[in-house]
């Protein structure tokens, strides 16, 4: 019990760890007042550059793989205690207190969750990512596409596993949740995408 407990609050306090905001931070902005005013690594490399992006991605995934490999490894809590701690970690991501209860999106951190409970389902979950982002160029569009197929890739790959397929369900509604400016925004028409810039800026160079 006692052991659950701890697996839990260290799972949350991991995922509570701003690292979009510090980083940005120590280059001097304040990235919630830019773009999109988002913490995580979509905003941070569109305002920061790529590699800081990748770098912000990398960061928010290892709280989520280290609060699962705590909690199986270390305080070997069982396979629902570790998802418990995994869904906390995310929780603790989005609803940081460190910025008054507001984070990022859930996305990067849950990968993270993912690598260290079921891998092969991060695989299936991440290819369809990246066959909709080759297609759409839309980051927002990817992330709601893999997080609505984590479920159901979770009923297929890891039947049996209940604690873990109903982490998913609400791990997916939460990442619906944290994209509902997105949301408002692709019926807009107005949603940013990589390399539409870039598009829409050869166009104009050849229409003059």
Wanted: glycine share 14%.
């Amino acid at each position: 019990m006692i052991e659950s407990v701890l697996a839990l609050g260290l799972g949350f306090l991991l995922g509570t760890l701003p690292c979009g905001f510090w980083l940005a931070r120590a280059k001097g902005v304040d990235i919630r007042k830019k773009g999109s005013g988002n913490i995580g690594a979509t905003n941070v490399g569109r305002i920061l550059g790529k590699e800081w992006g990748y770098l912000v991605f990398a960061l928010d995934a290892l709280k989520g793989w280290l609060a699962v490999w705590l909690a199986t490894e270390f305080l070997q809590v069982g396979d629902t205690g570790s998802v418990l701690t995994g869904t906390a970690a995310v929780a603790g991501h989005v609803f940081s207190p460190w910025l008054h209860f507001r984070g990022g999106k859930g996305v990067a951190t849950s990968a993270g969750v993912l690598m260290g409970l079921a891998p092969v389902v991060l695989v299936w979950t991440a290819a369809i990512w990246g066959i909709s982002f080759a297609v759409k160029k839309i980051v927002s569009v990817s992330s709601l596409l893999a997080a609505t197929a984590f479920p159901f890739l979770v009923m297929w790959l890891e039947p049996g596993r209940h604690a873990l397929l109903l982490a998913a369900f609400a791990l997916a509604g939460l990442v619906w949740y944290r994209h509902r400016d997105n949301l408002q925004r692709l019926m807009q028409g107005t949603e940013n995408g990589f390399g539409k810039k870039k598009a829409e800026a050869g166009k104009k160079k050849r229409k003059k």
